[in-house]
């Protein structure tokens, strides 16, 4: 894979050439339906490479920015796709940057979005990492202390997180079903970006 940085694009760059630009999301389902960049398709990070070869007939059109929440993400797509012969660009601080200069966010409306989990990935984790940190410690006073090593593992991991910025918990959380795309949506997001 290419070790290169994709280019970042600012939230004004991207303000001004939004309409310009094919957006892929690649934040879970749940995090999408929460808010997204207008016009943004759906493509979870882990779906990334059954979806190539829309993603490099989309880019033979035109330029594709990759976003995310805060863009770690979007940065490995970037360089997942860029391994593939595939340029992107990112979001410099992802959707969350986009917010808090004040843009809108496009929701999805329709009894379908109102099943999914809208917690974002950062929280998801946060909820796991603290049950286990609680489940380890509660455990460790009730039944035996080994159970310590549950706590401490937890927090190895987030350790390991911060200094590499990769995240094991996100990846396992996002294969759980409230965090994958439905069949017929990703279908439908594919198609979406092949009639561009």
């Known amino acids: 894979m290419s070790t290169t940085t994709a280019p970042a694009l ?18 879970t389902p749940g995090e999408y339906a929460s808010g997204h960049l207008p016009g943004a398709l759906n493509i979870p990070l882990d779906a990334l490479p059954g979806a190539l070869p829309e993603i490099r007939e989309a880019a033979d059109r035109g330029e594709i920015l990759v976003v995310c929440a805060s863009g770690a993400r979007s940065e490995s797509a970037c360089a997942l796709l860029a391994g593939h012969g ?17 843009h809108e966010l496009d929701r999805p409306e329709g009894p379908a979005c109102s099943t999914r989990s809208n917690w974002s990935m950062e929280r998801q984790v946060r909820f796991a990492a603290g049950s286990l940190v ?29 200094l590499t910025n990769t995240c094991g918990m996100a990846a396992v959380l996002a294969k759980l079903p409230h965090n994958r795309p439905r069949a017929a949506d990703l279908a439908q997001t594919l198609e979406r970006l092949r009639r561009g």
């Open 10 to 27: 600012d939230v004004e760059q991207t303000r001004t050439r939004i309409h310009d630009l094919v957006v892929i999301d690649v934040r």
């Open 134 to 162: 609680l489940t380890g410690a509660g455990l460790s006073r009730a039944h035996h202390p080994a159970w310590l090593l549950l706590s401490a593992g937890v927090a190895g991991g987030l350790v390991f997180s911060a």
């Open 86 to 102: 595939v340029s992107t660009a990112t979001l410099s601080g992802g959707t969350n940057a986009w917010a808090e200069r004040g």
